[in-house]
């Protein structure tokens, strides 16, 4: 199965959805080629989502499985990202 590892700084941090949250549950990843992806913070603990703050460095790894539907409607491949792991530095 390939994978996707995006990486890069946050520029945001905060709650996106209908779901009442107290906790930031997205960020706005900077990548290294300058690339804005917004992306879900998945945590253990929920008091670990404080730690994507921006400034931070943070990471991701997704599992690319490819769906019934195809061709996507860019003519590429149709993937659902399943978040395999997710870092994020603490300076």
Do not use: H, W
């Amino acid at each position: 199965m390939p994978l996707l590892y995006l990486s890069g700084v946050v520029q945001r941090a905060y709650v996106a959805g209908q779901d009442p949250s107290d906790s930031n549950n997205t960020i706005d990843l900077k990548l290294n080629d300058g690339v804005v992806q917004m992306v879900g913070i998945y945590v253990n603990n929920k008091a670990d989502a404080g730690l994507f703050r921006p400034g931070c460095q943070a990471g991701i790894v997704y599992a690319l499985d490819e769906l019934k539907q195809q061709p996507a409607a860019d003519g590429g491949m149709n993937y659902a990202k399943i978040a395999l792991e997710m870092a994020v530095s603490v300076e």
